[in-house]
């Protein structure tokens, strides 16, 4: 049984930082890339970042390159997601997910944590 659990969301003001952890309870957690989602309210959900099995390799979604920064750490069975530079419109409920490839598309994504909520106030 896989289960991810997200954490570290909160309130943060426009311009903060926040980092955001996600558990991995199954086993074989260095084989799988890692996403990171989110989603508004009212609106689709969209690709953040993602990160290779090693960690070798990330990737991001256009809105938060450059202020986002994805991490794992294989030893502890735990993906991160370090936010600084925080805006209001990236505000959202942050969703990790396992997948087999480290891209943009859910597809790829086979287990999903249930989210952990993130408000930033202007």
């Known amino acids: 049984q896989v289960e991810l659990v997200e954490s570290g969301g909160g309130l943060v003001p426009a311009g903060g930082s926040l980092r955001l952890s996600c558990s991995h309870s199954?086993?074989?957690?260095?084989?799988?890339?890692m996403g990171w989602f989110r989603q508004a309210p009212g609106k689709e959900r969209e690709f953040v970042a993602a990160?290779?099995?090693?960690?070798?390799?990330?990737y991001y979604a256009d809105p938060v390159r450059g202020r986002f920064t994805a991490a794992r750490d294989n030893a502890k069975n735990a993906v991160y997601l370090q936010m600084n530079g925080l805006k209001s419109e990236d505000t959202a409920t942050y969703y990790c997910?396992?997948?087999?490839?480290?891209?943009?598309?859910?597809?790829?994504?086979?287990?999903w944590g249930r989210g952990t909520q993130v408000t930033v106030s202007a």
């Open positions: 997910a396992r997948g087999t490839v480290p891209t943009a598309t859910p597809l790829h994504y086979q287990y």
């Open positions: 199954g086993r074989h957690f260095s084989s799988y890339a």
């Open positions: 990160i290779s099995r090693s960690g070798g390799s990330t």
